[in-house]
């Protein structure tokens, strides 16, 4: 029996899109895989702006080193109140959110569209692909590659900066504008990430994905409560842990999906960065 049809909602699209898969025309990619043979998927994701940080957008570009591949671009069907600040700048409200595929729709959209990639994201935190992977049985297993990391080694920027995506685009001067939008950001990021593997192919002698991965480890972040934390640090010392529960828990564990390459336009949203969110993956609040 087939599965029910998935219609994405790409922002600013006058009516749903049928979301068709595309045929990876790749191997899975390894760490022996060369640059030049290699695919990856720049991501970026809008979310509601407040804790638990539910999902409104996903945009992403699939890309090789000689340029773009195909595109995932949809809304996404979040029924929570929306942050006032976050609403500004990615210019997204419930109105345009009608007709929207669940996060749990479009997710298993995006990791379909992501299969066999390098995933690539700017951001310090991986807060994106955590966003994706957040509450799934097992956690993502691609590659992750943080572009601020990748640009604080390329370009030799201080080691505690985290560049902004808008500073990236003007230093290396790519023809690109801050948008605050799903895929405009994402296509930002594969330009970004193009421009500093190319330098850094010059500089550092990289070949493979596993010369990139091995300079920069997959960025991994405890999102665990500080209550949680602090308990756990005690039991590890041999103190009596807590018997009564933290007041907050832990999170759980297309071209325009297929289409050519649209008009350049890019950016990098305002999204709150917080160690302890929780709440449910992606889609409707519990």
Known sequence: MSSKP?????RGAAALVPWEEIAVDAPEV???TLLEDAQFVALDIETTGNAPFLVLEIGAERFSL???????????????????????????????????????DARRAFLRFALGAVLVE???DAFDTWLVGRGLESPLEHPIID????????????????????????????????????????????????????????????????DVLAALPRPMVDRTA????????????????RTTPPRS????????ATSPA????????????????????????A
């Open 6 to 10: 998935l219609y994405l909602k790409p």
């Open 30 to 32: 390894s760490g022996q």
């Open 66 to 104: 000689s340029g773009p591949l195909s595109f995932f671009d949809t809304l996404v069907d979040c029924r929570a109140p929306i942050n006032p600040y976050a609403r500004k700048r990615h210019h997204i409200d419930r109105s345009m959110l009608i007709g929207a595929p669940e996060f749990k």
């Open 122 to 124: 700017h951001s310090h």
């Open 147 to 210: 572009t601020t990391a990748l640009a604080r080694l390329v370009l030799d920027l201080p080691k505690g900066q985290t560049p902004g995506l808008a500073r990236l685009v003007t230093e290396l001067g790519l023809d690109v504008t801050p948008a605050h939008a799903a895929l405009d950001d994402a296509r930002a990021t594969a330009m970004v990430f193009r421009a500093l593997i190319a330098r850094a192919q010059d500089t550092l002698g990289w070949k493979t994905v596993g």
């Open 226 to 241: 500080p209550s949680r934390r602090a308990s756990a640090a005690s039991r590890a010392r041999g103190a009596p842990g």
């Open 249 to 256: 828990g832990a999170p759980p564990a297309t071209p325009r």
């Open 262 to 285: 649209p008009t350049a336009r890019r950016g990098r949203s305002s999204r709150r960065r917080r160690s302890g969110s929780s709440g449910s993956p992606g889609g409707s609040p």
